[in-house]
Structure formats: structure tokens, C-alpha cells
T-cell receptor
Framework: KTQVEQSPQSLVVRQGENCVLQ??????????LRWFKQDTGKGLVSLTV?????DKTSNGRYSATLDKDAKHSTLHITATLLDDTATYIC?????????????FGAGTQLIVIP | DMKVTQMPRYLIKRMGENVLLECGQD?????MYWYRQDPGLGLQLIYI???????SEGDIPKGYRVSRKKREHFSLILDSAKTNQTSVYFC??????????????FGEGTRLSVL
């Protein structure tokens, strides 16, 4: 059973527009949630991690929120660039150490067009 | 420079052949992972290694085995590869503790086709 659901599955935006990616999960316990960026043909690169019950983070044009009560996270990308074209993957960790498991979403494929 | 290196990057094998995927890291991380990524699915854990000769099955270990004889090196072996093992395989490493502040580092993947 899929425990991490991401929406939309794919998204096309014009350069300069903002976009929001969603992540809903059922993982318990939910120690932390991390967003990764995966460029085509490359590995996953961490963008941000959220830990607190209601958390917010900001990393340049990327900002994210987490609501553990709702088991829901969002990733906002502001003023998109062509280089933002990638798959964005939501990952929920059930412990604060590598002794736990990481639960991966299938990703949202973002395409930024000129 | 912190890096996870996977070799080879691309591999084509015939059904029934043996396959060896190699992974190395230079951070002296205790924990290393092998995942596979298939279209429309999240990464699935094949094996996890907590240190030398301390390996545990993940969610989909059938048809795979691993070897970790040095902390820096973790191998994935497919004995008699099957066509349904065609996939992209990712290796990752992380320190055992402080997971919240230290993300796993991923390699760039090995694209395996079994014909």
C-alpha cells in the first residue's frame, strides 16, 4: 500500500510562474519529511527537511511546509527557472536515524517552459 | 568532496547472466543502501547495510544479494538476472545518526537492462 502520495503527477509551468507541489502520507511514526530534487538521469539531491509538528522551511526560491496532524506537506517554488525542470520527490522518515525506514513518493514531474 | 560513486552507469545484460553493481563513498558513512526506481513508483529498498558485514533485507530483496567488506564499498549482485530486474538502481549512504540534519547522499544511478 502506497504510504506517500504526491500530486500532481506532472505539472507544466511557464518560466517565472510559481508552483505548489503536494505530498500526503500515512506513515507512522512520521519523524521527518524531506523533499528531494531529481534531475533527469541523475540522483536525488536534498532540498529541505521538515521536522516539527507544524514546520516551515525556506531555501532560496524553495519553501516548504509540514503539518503532521494532517500528514501533509507542500513545496512551493517561486519564480521558476528552466533549471527547475526535474522530478520532486517527497520522502517521509519514520525515525531520526538510519535505523528507521524512508518512505518515498513516486514524485511530481515539473516541466518549466520558456 | 562528499560523493557516492556508482559503476557502471549503464549496463546491458542477457537473461541468466550474473550482474555486479558497485558503489563507493568517501565520507566513511556507516549506512549504505541499494534502491531500485521504476516508472510511477517510489524508490524501493532492496538492501541496507549498517556497516561491514552487517546487512539487512529491505522490502524487495528477492533475486538480489549484497556484499560489504569495506565501509566505503557496497556491492549489489544479481545471480542469473531476470528481465523484470530491468530498472535504475541507486546507491545511497548516510551516517547512522542525526538523520534529520544529514540527508542520505545518492549516487547517479546505474541503468540496467536485462534482455
Amino acid at each position: 500500500k502506497t504510504q506517500v502520495e504526491q500530486s500532481p503527477q506532472s505539472l507544466v509551468v511557464r518560466q517565472g510562474e510559481n508552483c505548489v507541489l503536494q505530498c500526503n502520507y500515512s506513515v507512522t511514526p512520521d519523524n521527518h519529511l524531506r523533499w528531494f530534487k531529481q534531475d533527469t538521469g541523475k540522483g536525488l539531491v536534498s532540498l529541505t527537511v521538515l521536522v516539527d509538528q507544524k514546520d516551515k522551511t525556506s531555501n532560496g526560491r524553495y519553501s516548504a511546509t509540514l503539518d503532521k496532524d494532517a500528514k501533509h506537506s507542500t513545496l512551493h517554488i517561486t519564480a521558476t527557472l528552466l533549471d527547475d525542470t526535474a522530478t520532486y520527490i517527497c520522502v517521509v522518515g519514520d525515525r531520526g536515524s538510519a535505523l528507521g525506514r524512508l518512505h518515498f513518493g513516486a514524485g511530481t514531474q515539473l516541466i518549466v517552459i520558456p | 568532496d562528499m560523493k557516492v560513486t556508482q559503476m557502471p552507469r549503464y549496463l546491458i545484460k542477457r537473461m541468466g547472466e550474473n550482474v555486479l553493481l558497485e558503489c563507493g563513498q568517501d565520507m566513511s558513512h556507516e549506512t549504505m543502501y541499494w534502491y531500485r526506481q521504476d516508472p510511477g513508483l517510489g524508490l524501493q529498498l532492496i538492501y541496507i547495510s549498517y556497516d561491514v558485514d552487517s546487512n539487512s533485507e529491505g522490502d524487495i530483496p528477492k533475486g538480489y544479494r549484497v556484499s560489504r567488506k569495506k565501509r566505503e564499498h557496497f556491492s549489489l549482485i544479481l545471480d542469473s538476472a531476470k528481465t523484470n530486474q530491468t530498472s535504475v538502481y541507486f546507491c545511497a549512504s548516510s551516517p547512522l545518526r542525526d538523520y534529520n540534519n544529514q540527508a542520505p547522499l545518492f549516487g547517479e544511478g546505474t541503468r540496467l537492462s536485462v534482455l
